[in-house]
């Protein structure tokens, strides 16, 4: 399992996976909105969507856990 984390405090702005979807590395899966900027958040591997942790308009810390991803 592979665990995808904020890289800074902010807002999630859009939520652009399911759960159950398949992702591919370097895919972009959450947005998060901090002070203006938009930061996309990627994936660091191909697999599976396993559980979303937050949901769109939820404040994150950094090293927030955002998305569980099941490595293929």
């Known amino acids: 399992m592979q665990s995808i984390q904020a890289i ?3 807002s999630v702005w859009k939520i652009l996976v399911k759960s159950g979807e398949s992702v ?3 895919q972009d899966l959450v947005i998060l909105e901090s002070m203006k900027m938009e930061v996309p958040i990627q994936s660091k591997t191909s697999g599976i969507v ?4 937050v949901a769109e308009g939820d404040f994150v810390n950094e090293g927030e856990t955002l998305i569980t991803i ?3």
């Open 50 to 53: 396993k559980l979303i942790h």
């Open 70 to 72: 099941e490595e293929h």
């Open 24 to 26: 591919e590395a370097e």
């Open 8 to 10: 800074m405090a902010g």
